[in-house]
């Protein structure tokens, strides 16, 4: 399949993204309401404000972490689909951090809990990265089941060891030293006014996760021996690439990603651990990491961009009949068009390139 | 422990295995063809809302059964649309299966009974009753036999037997036929399928629908025979348990049945005791939730005998040119 980058890496996603849009207008349609009137309540709804704005960032901070972490392994060929486990025992990680001591200040809890998250995401992932490695087991069942294994794993935690008085399966709250400065104090102090949100510091980490992971994999001979690994496995050993160091750095790498998740999620918001403190981000993570391409700036786009959707489909639900589960159906369709129905638009948009344009394959590399 | 308590967990095991083993079966035959399957729980979902939907508004159970068995074929003909004809990833056709089953349920389910996402619950000729085996109530009083009989194999729905029938049933469909000689063949060597003149395409199509509908059966076993109608995922994850007990199975019939009525047993436990004594040790019942996972993450390491899939499994096929 020969085509130009900017076919590859825009037009596509972008003929995938307005299918999966319209499929979905046509499901609202279904319903019995209006689909344009429903886009322009959730792009009002997502970017409208700077409360709006505030709602979108925050969740776009948890879909940047899951996102890069799904992109890492698919760069390796790898698909983890655990990054869900993964962030639910980071959100352990960095809870046991603000928990362990009276924190004075939040700029000295908030490298340890940087640290506790990555490590237990990262551990999270080491063990169906072994098995893959060592065992062959399969790294996708592994790790869904490592997802169910961590949801039993804090249930439990939060009804025994780390319960809190009272009634509700939560940990105690996190002392004052732990809270990160959120949007308002920022801009507050310049004199911008922003609305109450959850947004906080973590969302410039999570820009900061993008250009290192850029780094990583383009600018590193540890990201060249990942996607070397990704394209082909026998070349990769051929080179002298030891598959069992790429799988394991990879997705302890992926791993870490993901539970730093927990430090927008946890320390960021909640301040306690809950039982459930993902809600889905890992899986969001996936068609993140899809609609990008794998690519850190698509990653950074894709991840705002389902930031809107979870914040406008919030906002509909408000004000129409429409229930905010209509987030999960787009997110299901641009997952279905963007990653199992590619070819469906792959193959007619090739054709139309063979037929009218340029031979592309004579001027431009082929992407991947 | 009395007799009676063993019955009655022996009893819920049967109930609760029914839907799994369906679904591990589903997932048996779309496997055994090179399909992987991890949409089993959106097909459940789908099947178990619009059988509950549909019994729920016509009053009529079988009418539900055909609805469920229906909208579970139809998730199976987009899986395999984007698996085998477009050759996208088999993985991430079913994760993106699962969220579209999880949303448009609740979605519907509000805009058809506006119930906050479940269907009314359904009155008894919308659901499944349970059939009487022949003399259940005589030998009722014979101590041991008796019991077993009458309260433990008899009393169920139909789905419940049509469940345990369907095992030997896809042994012999898998082992004894033409049909599953080349669909195991398929999942292994497809080029060696095509060689032979056989049609790889439709031989998957026929696996993935075959899947559809067992999946649908055990989705509307699920809202209509073990429930009372639908409510939010009701599912709660057993789709990934039926494909853990696949593995824990290595892809064969009777081991299915086996590894389904084990974790049938620890979600019955599980139902019954918050937690239990075990060699004078307390296990927490989420240890007895998580243990089908932990299982099957032994087994699949290879500790425990050796789970080995079939070879050409999650691959399209591409035929040489």
Partial sequence: ????????????????????????????????????????????????????????LFYATNFIFTGLAVAVAFHARLFNIGGEGQAQLGALGVALVCLALPWPHWTLALPFAILGGAVFGAAWAAIPAYLQARRGSHIVITTIMFNFIASALLVYLLVSALKAPGMAPESARFPEGTFLPNARDVFGMIGVKFARSPLNVSFLLGLVACFLVWLLLWRTRLGYEIRAYGHSEPAAIYAGISPFRITMITMLISGALAGLMAVNAVQGEAQ???????????????????MGRSHPVGVLIAAVLFGALYQGGAELEFETSVPREMVLVIQALVILFTGALDNMVRGPVTGAFLRFGRRPGATTKAAE | MDFNTIIQILDSTIRLATPLLLACLAGLFSERSGVFDIGLEAKMLVAAFFSAAVAATTGSVLLGLGAGIAASMAFALIHGIASITFRGDQLISGVALNFLASGMTVLIARDWFNQGGRTPALMDGGRFQPIDLPFATAVADVPVLGPIYSELLSGHTILVYVAFAMVPLTWYILFRTRFGLRLRAVGENPGAVDTAGISVVRLRYSAVMIAGVLCGIAGAYLATGLAAGFVKDMTAGRGFIALAALIFAKWRPWYALGACLLFGLLDAIGNRYQSIELLGVAVPGQFMQALPYILTVVILAGFVGKAIPPRAGGEAYVKER
């Fill in chain 1, 1 to 56: 399949m020969t085509l130009p980058k900017w076919a590859d890496v825009v037009l596509i996603p972008l003929i995938n993204l307005l299918l999966a849009l319209f499929v979905s207008g046509l499901v609202v349609l279904m319903i019995g309401e209006d689909p344009i009137n429903a886009m322009k309540i959730m792009v009002n709804g997502a970017v409208g404000s700077t409360y709006g704005w505030g709602y979108t």
């Fill in chain 1, 272 to 290: 306690r651990l809950l039982q459930d403190n993902v809600l889905g981000a890992g899986f969001v993570g996936i068609a993140v990491a899809l």
